[in-house]
T-cell receptor, first 112, second 112 residues
Framework: GEDVEQSLFLSVREGDSSVINCTYT??????LYWYKQEPGAGLQLLTY?????DMKQDQRLTVLLNKKDKHLSLRIADTQTGDSAIYFCAESIGTGANNLFFGTGTRLTVIP | DAGITQSPRHKVTETGTPVTLRCHQT?????MYWYRQDPGHGLRLIHY???????DKGEVSDGYSVSRSKTEDFLLTLESATSSQTSVYFC???????????FGPGTRLLVL
C-alpha cells in the first residue's frame, strides 16, 4: 500500500490551536481527507481537500496542502476538550482496488 | 452516521470457529467496503463490493470472504478465525468509487 505517515500523539491546552500533520508518498492523489474517531466510535468525515487546492477553511478547521512536499495539515482553532480524539488522514488515489490509504492516526489530547 | 449499522458490535470467539459480520446500509449506495483497524496500521482494506454479487479483494484479504446478495447488506466471513484476526472491523459505503466514504460504528472482534 501507499505510505501515509502521521505522528502518533499530540497534546494541546484548551483554547490553543492544534496542528496535525500528515505526509504521503503518491503524487497522483485526487482527494485528501481528514477523519475523526472518538473512543469506541467509527470514523467521522471532518473535511477533505481536492488535490489541486492548497487551502480549505471550514469554521474552526483549516486544511493546508503542500503538493510539492506531499504534506497535509489540519489546524483546529480554539481547541476544545470535545476535540480529543484520533485523527486520520487518508489519501485517495485513482480508481483501483485499493484507492483510499490511511495514516496510522494521531491521538489528540486536549488538556483543560 | 450515514445510515450504516454493523452487527454484532462486539464478539468474542475461539480460534478455528467461523464468524460472520454484517454491514447494513439504508443509503442505497453502490459501493461497500470492509476495513480492519489495528494499532500502528491505521485502516486497511479487506474487500469491497461495487454492486450486488460484485466484489473484489483489498490489501489484506487472506482469510476473509465476503458476500453481497442485496444492495443494503455486505457480509464479511472469517471461515476459521485466527488470533491475528483480532481487530476492529469497519464497514464503509460510498456512492461512487471515487467519492467520499462514510463509516459504520465498527465491530470489535476478539479471537481467543
Amino acid at each position: 500500500g501507499e505510505d501515509v505517515e502521521q505522528s502518533l500523539f499530540l497534546s494541546v491546552r484548551e483554547g490553543d490551536s492544534s496542528v496535525i500533520n500528515c505526509t504521503y508518498t503518491d503524487s497522483s492523489s485526487t482527494y485528501l481527507y481528514w477523519y475523526k474517531q472518538e473512543p469506541g466510535a467509527g470514523l467521522q468525515l471532518l473535511t477533505y481537500i481536492f488535490s489541486n487546492m492548497d487551502m480549505k477553511q471550514d469554521q474552526r478547521l483549516t486544511v493546508l496542502l503542500n503538493k510539492k512536499d506531499k504534506h497535509l495539515s489540519l489546524r483546529i482553532a480554539d481547541t476544545q476538550t470535545g476535540d480529543s480524539a484520533i485523527y486520520f488522514c487518508a489519501e485517495s488515489i485513482g480508481t483501483g482496488a485499493n484507492n483510499l490509504f490511511f495514516g496510522t492516526g494521531t491521538r489528540l489530547t486536549v488538556i483543560p | 452516521d450515514a445510515g450504516i449499522t454493523q452487527s454484532p458490535r462486539h464478539k468474542v470467539t475461539e480460534t478455528g470457529t467461523p464468524v460472520t459480520l454484517r454491514c447494513h446500509q439504508t443509503e442505497n449506495h453502490r459501493y461497500m467496503y470492509w476495513y480492519r483497524q489495528d494499532p500502528g496500521h491505521g485502516l486497511r482494506l479487506i474487500h469491497y463490493s461495487y454492486g450486488v454479487k460484485d466484489t473484489d479483494k483489498g490489501e489484506v484479504s487472506d482469510g476473509y470472504s465476503v458476500s453481497r446478495s442485496k444492495t443494503e447488506d455486505f457480509l464479511l466471513t472469517l471461515e476459521s478465525a485466527t488470533s491475528s484476526q483480532t481487530s476492529v472491523y469497519f464497514c464503509a459505503i460510498s456512492e461512487y468509487r471515487e467519492e467520499t466514504q462514510y463509516f459504520g460504528p465498527g465491530t470489535r472482534l476478539l479471537v481467543l
